[in-house]
Nanobody, 123 residues
Framework: QVHLVESGGGSVQAGGSLRLSCVAS????????MAWFRQAPGKEREGVAS???????IYADSVKGRFTFSKDNAKNTLYLQMNSLKAEDTAVYYC?????????????????WGQGTQVTVSS
C-alpha cells in the first residue's frame, strides 16, 4: 500500500528557509513521478514542483529560483528546500506520487497523496 508522510513544516519569518521531507513507503520512488503541491486557505491546490523517475524537474513560476526539489532513491525520500520564503508561500504542503513517467503540476495526474504539513511565513 502506497503511503506518503510529509514533515518539516513550521513557522518562519519572511526571507527564511525550510526543508520539507516526504518519506514514501509501499513503492519504490525511483519508478514513480512525484510532486509537491500546496493549498492556501480558500484557494485551489496548486502544483509547486514535479520530478520524474529520471530526475528531471519542473517548478511553478512562483517558486523558481527559490525552491529546489530533490529525491534520495536509497531512502525513498523526497525533499523540498524552500529559501527566500514569502508570506504568500503560506499553505499546507502536500507530497504526491503516481506510477507513471511524466512531469506535471496538475493535481488530477496524481493518485497518491500525503496528509500535508503546514508552512506559515510571517512578514
Amino acid at each position: 500500500q502506497v503511503h506518503l508522510v510529509e514533515s518539516g513544516g513550521g513557522s518562519v519569518q519572511a526571507g527564511g528557509s525550510l526543508r520539507l521531507s516526504c518519506v514514501a513507503s509501499g513503492f519504490t520512488s525511483s519508478y514513480y513521478s512525484m510532486a509537491w503541491f500546496r493549498q492556501a486557505p480558500g484557494k485551489e491546490r496548486e502544483g509547486v514542483a514535479s520530478i520524474d523517475p529520471g530526475g528531471r524537474s519542473i517548478y511553478a513560476d512562483s517558486v523558481k529560483g527559490r525552491f529546489t526539489f530533490s529525491k534520495d532513491n536509497a531512502k525513498n525520500t523526497l525533499y523540498l528546500q524552500m529559501n527566500s520564503l514569502k508570506a504568500e508561500d503560506t499553505a499546507v504542503y502536500y507530497c504526491a506520487a503516481d506510477v507513471a513517467w511524466f512531469l506535471s503540476l496538475s493535481k488530477n495526474d496524481y493518485n497518491y497523496w500525503g496528509q500535508g504539513t503546514q508552512v506559515t511565513v510571517s512578514s
